[in-house]
Structure formats: structure tokens, C-alpha cells
């Protein structure tokens, strides 16, 4: 798995430093603290990819579905489903407040029980950045797709030589 | 088909390859955690022994309602109601102790001149090196001495002012790295200044009379975790009167806790771990890289004017300099700002050092010369302040002169 969040690392310039050190599963300074979000992420990505690839080679199947671009929209399925799984896992933890203050603001303060807060105005973490952490995902899921492709195909008989 | 298994089969190695990269990766992070050095400061309350000193160098000072008499009393009122102490017995000392069962007030209202100069003792002389080694062996794990004094040696008319201020140092340190061997002292000196009208005796015994401002000291003297406790729950701001400067001695274990933090930074990096970031990239609008480390202090007993000057630091590499801000972030007390304007950041390992020096005011109000009290720059001066702390600094026997040492990876690995 950790192959899959260097993956997502290579893609953090998209969706941003801060975003990335949260999923990863790190404390505010960088300790590995535990819940790697990109194993529940990463995980989806490649089931939800792999049941579309399922379902085109296997189920449908069809000699009517097997040119390139039945393929291909395919592929755009799973770059939006993918879109829609990245933006909300991560929407789901901004806006529920539990990602640690030092992640989603440039300045924080300690309240006297040891909690840090974060100062208002100096927010660095919006929904933009979920929609760029979407936009990651769907990338990487497309990247997969391509990858499966090549191995899933020989399983259907009808699209064995879709999109190739 | 065949290939299809093949494929497949290679996919849920490679996933399961690196789940199990993963759990090591994990273990080893978990290993290499850090956790915050919980301050080590005492829960007891211990016993405060006070001990004025009465020889006639001191006379100048006593006058009621001046600042010498507010700060010793201010000092002695915020033991009482900060809850630090269990009890307090003050003391007089000159050649001899003098216990004085009385309570605060009264006990200052009894500094004065006419009290003071019918003590018994030698009130004619001071030996810094006894006087200190008194006071220090006083000091148990529950005791804690606290000793006011203008610490000027007074070596008599016929001695060698240098020579003797030499032996006194040297005194001072065997006797204190004696009791260091048994305990883990700490020692807080507090240069004050005050109103002194009276005779000033010189190194020679010589005594001139003076109306102006002298300085004189206070010294808390304990284990190192009553000398925590006492600096946090006595801050220097509950000493009334006018504190100068302060040092704290102490024996550092150089264990401060780390980590390079997110934010403030100007350019871009990746941080791998605590101590190491890569993919650096600076900003092309300023020119500039930073990024912050932020640091627990908080074992040591170091003052924060000395942790706050950038020249107390030194660093491992030329291209960096450094600003250290007071700010509570979780268990980190300071934050380090790390900056360079190289155009091009190399790999380096960045130390760095928190010196443990003495500091400047030490040399600064210190006189070896025996020079005329009246001549130049010499009132806020006194003789052999140097070599008392000089004294104590040596007993340590310190390996290295660092307090603490911070390591950063910036582009390549631990």
C-alpha cells in the first residue's frame, strides 16, 4: 500500500502539501499516528475500477459494446466515480472538522486545554482542495483502468480486443 | 486465460507485497517517535531557606521602601501565595547564620541599620567561596536556598586581589562540583539594582561613601526540579524593584523534542519524516526558502531572552540563519524559522547548536580591576561577578558547550 500513497504523493502539487500529510495518517509533526486514509481510498479507487472493467469484459460483453470508444466510456465512468469518491472522502473529513488545525489553517493558537485552533482568515485548506484531491483520484483510477485493461480483457470474449 | 492468471495473480502480489512494506513501515515509524520530555518539574513543595547577607558591605542597602527591600519582599510575599513552598526560615549570614524566627513583614521591617550592625559574626569581610558552599549545603531534595548578597570578594588590605579572586573561583567550583557529584543542582542568579547610600568597601577594604544605584544578587539554589517548579511558578515578573538580568546554570541532558511543521514556510517541500524534508523549492517572489521547526524548550531552565537571540545558536551551515519566536504549538514552546536565499538548495544535514555560554551581562558588569567605585562606568560594576559564576560554570565540567542540538535533513535522507 505503500506504493499506492507514493502514487497519491506524486499527485499532492494538484490538490496540496497539507491535504496530503492528513490522508497520509500524520500527526502535526509528521508522526505517523495512524488511519492511512489513502489504504480506505486507494482500496475503493481500485475496486470501483475493477468492477467497471468487470463489467464491461464480463457482464456486458457484448459484440455490439466493444469499439474504443465503449472503452473509453468506460474509462470517463471511472474518472468521475473516482472524481465523486475523492471529493467526498475528503469534503466528509474537512467539513466534519477532523482534520488537526495545523492542516487546514497557516496560523494556530493553543488553547489553554493543550488543543490547538486555528486563527480565522488564515484558512489554507477549502473545498476547492477536495475537488483537486478528486480530480488526483480520478486520474490515478484512470491510470489503473488502462493498466487492468491489458490483463482483464482476455477475459471477455465479445471485447478481447477493446480498445486494442 | 492463462494470461489473464498471470496478470492477475501478479497484481494481488504486488498489493500484497506492499501491505506488508506498509505494516513495516509503520512499526518503524512508531519506533522512531519522539515523545515530548515531560517537564521535569517538581510536584512537592519544598522548604525555602533565606539568607540575607549582614556584612557591612550590605549596609548601604538597607533602607526601607527602596528597591532592595521591595524585591526581597515581593520575592518573598509570591513564595508564600503562589503555593510554592511548604514553609520559609530566613536567615542571616556573614561568617555565621543566623536563624530569625519571625514572619515575613517583620523580617523585613528588621532589615535596618541598626539591627543590622548589631549582629554577631565578622561583618568586616566577605568569603564568597564559604559563604556559597554555606548556603549550597543546605540545599536537600526538599530545601532550597535562596541567597541575597552583593557578592564582593573582600580579600583584606594585604592580599592580591587578583590572585585571591583566582583562588576563590577555583574554590567555588571544587565545592560545588562536590555536591554536583551527589546532586543534580541548579543555580538561578539574579543581578538587581537598587538605591545603596552608605559605605561602598572595596577589594582592598577600602570604603568610599556613595549615594547612587548599586546592583546586587539574588541566587536560588536547588535540585533541578525545584529550581523548575520555583521558575514556574515565580516568574521574574513577580519580582518587584528593578531585575536586571538573570542565568540559570544547570546540567542539560540535550534531549529537547522536534519537528519540522507545515506552516509558516515561504516556497514548497515535502516533509518525509520529523527531521527531514525533501523537494525544497523556493519562492520566486522573495527568493526565499523557510521553513519552521518547532522545539520543547521546556526542559531546559534557560532563560528566554537567551533562547530567543539568534547569536545563542550556532549553525552547521553558513547559507542558513535563524529566528526563534516564543509560541505555544502543542508540545512545542518555540518556533525555529529557518531561512536561506541560496539560489540552489543543496543537500545538507542542518545541526543546530544551542550554545550553552555564559552570558554577556556577566562580563559586562564584572570588575577585576579593584578600580575607584567613582571612576567611569564602574557603579553598576562588581568585582569578581566573573569568577563566581565562572566558578560555578566549571563545576559542571561541561563535555561539550551546547544546551541542545537540532538536526534537520534538508534534501537527502537521515
Known sequence: MNMIRNIYSWLNPIYGNELYEYLKGNDCDGVFVGTNHFHTI???MLVVTLILLVVYYKVIDHPRFNRWWHWMIFLLLTGVFNLFIGFGYTYSKLN??????CFTHSQVETAQDGSIYGVNGTEILFNSNCWQFGVANAIIAVAFYVVFSFGLKWLSQNCKYSPV | MDKTLINLLAIVFLLSACSNERKRGNTLAANV???PNPAIVSQAKPIVNVYVENTGSMFGYISTGNDFDRSISSLLTSIRVSGYADSINLFYINSRTFKQNVDIPTFIRGINIHNAQTWAGDLRRTNMCSLLDTVTSKVYDNTISIFVSDCIFSPGRNNDASRFIGAEKDCITMNINQKLKSQNLAFIVYRLLSDFRGEYYDCQNNFTRIDNQRPYFIWIIGKRENIAAFKQKIPTTKIEGQLQNSYTLFKSENNVTYAVQLNPTIGNFERINPTTINRTRRDNDSGKFMFSVGVDFSSLLVDETYLTNPQNYKLSNPNYRIEIIKKQMGNHTHLIRVTTTANIISPTKLTIHLKNRIPNWVDEFSD???ANINSN??????????QIVNGIYAAYNYNDD??????ININQNP
Open chain 2, 33 to 35: 517517535r519522539t515523545y
Open chain 1, 96 to 101: 466534519g472538522g477532523v482534520i488537526p488545525a
Open chain 2, 368 to 370: 577585576e580591576t579593584c
Open chain 2, 402 to 407: 551546547i544546551l541542545s542540538e537540532i538536526i
Open chain 1, 42 to 44: 486507494g482500496l475503493s
Open chain 2, 377 to 386: 562606568g564602574m557603579m553598576p560594576k562588581t568585582f569578581g561577578l566573573k
